[in-house]
C-alpha cells in the first residue's frame, strides 16, 4: 500500500502540521527540562528515536484508513482535523512537571530517560493522531512519515537548545493559534472533498 512517490509537497505539509502542533506540546517543554540537565546530544538521541517509533504507528494507522471508501475517509480526516484544531484553542497551558531523570550522565541512561518519556507521554498525542491523518489523506506514507519525523526533531531540538528564547520572542499562544488555523484548514479542505466527492 505504499506509495512509491516521494512527494516533496507532501513531505512540507505533514512537516508544518506537525512542527506548529507539537511546538506549543507539553513534550517539548520536557525536552528543554532534560536538555538544560544534561547533555543535549544523549537527550536528543533518545526523543528521536521515540518520535520514530510513534511516526511509525500513526504511518501504520493512516495505512489501515486509505482501505475505506474515500469519501469516509476524508469525512472522518476532516473531523479529526477540526478536532485537532478545536482541542489546541481549548488547551490549557501545562505547567513545569517535575520530569524523573537520571542521576548520572552515561549516554544510555540519559538517552532511555528522554526515549521512555517520549514514548509515555507522545503516545495516542495530537500529533501522532494528525500523522495518522495526513498519512490517510495524502496516501503517501513515506512522504508524511519524513515530514513528521523532521517536524518531531525539530521541536525537540528547539526545546532542547533553545526553547526558552524562543518563547521570549513568539508567544506560545501564537504558536498555538497558527497550528490550530492550519488544521482548521485542513479540515475544511477534507470535508469538503469529501461532501462534493
Known amino acids: 500500500m505504499f506509495s512509491a512517490n516521494f512527494s516533496i509537497t507532501v513531505t512540507a505539509i505533514a512537516f ?32 528521536a528515536a521515540a518520535f520514530a517509533v510513534h511516526v511509525a504507528l500513526a504511518i ?9 471508501p474515500h469519501r469516509l ?11 485537532g484544531a478545536i482541542m489546541l484553542l481549548l488547551k490549557k497551558s501545562d505547567g513545569d512537571e517535575e520530569i524523573e531523570t537520571p542521576a548520572d550522565q552515561s549516554f544510555w541512561k540519559v538517552s532511555g530517560a528522554g526515549f521512555m518519556l517520549i514514548l509515555v507521554a507522545e503516545f495516542g498525542d495530537l500529533t501522532q493522531i494528525m500523522t495518522a491523518n495526513l498519512a490517510a ?12 519525523v523532521f517536524a518531531l526533531w525539530a521541536v525537540a531540538g528547539i526545546g532542547i537548545l533553545g526553547g526558552r528564547t524562543l518563547m521570549k520572542y513568539v508567544p506560545l499562544r501564537l504558536i498555538t493559534r497558527i497550528a490550530a488555523a492550519v488544521m ?14
Request: net charge neutral; charged share 10%; hydrophobic share 60%.
Open 137 to 148: 489523506r495524502y496516501d503517501n506514507p513515506v512522504s508524511v512519515g519524513v515530514g513528521a
Open 73 to 83: 475517509v476524508q469525512a472522518v480526516v476532516g473531523v479529526l482535523f477540526l478536532a
Open 184 to 197: 482548521a484548514a485542513l479540515a475544511a479542505f477534507s470535508l469538503y472533498e469529501a461532501i462534493a466527492g
Open 16 to 47: 508544518g502540521v506537525v512542527f506548529l502542533a507539537e511546538l506549543p506540546d507539553k513534550t517539548a517543554l520536557a525536552g528543554l527540562m532534560l536538555g538544560t540537565r544534561y547533555r543535549a546530544g544523549y537527550v536528543f538521541a533518545g526523543v
Open 60 to 68: 501504520a494507522a493512516g495505512s489501515v484508513l486509505t482501505l475505506l
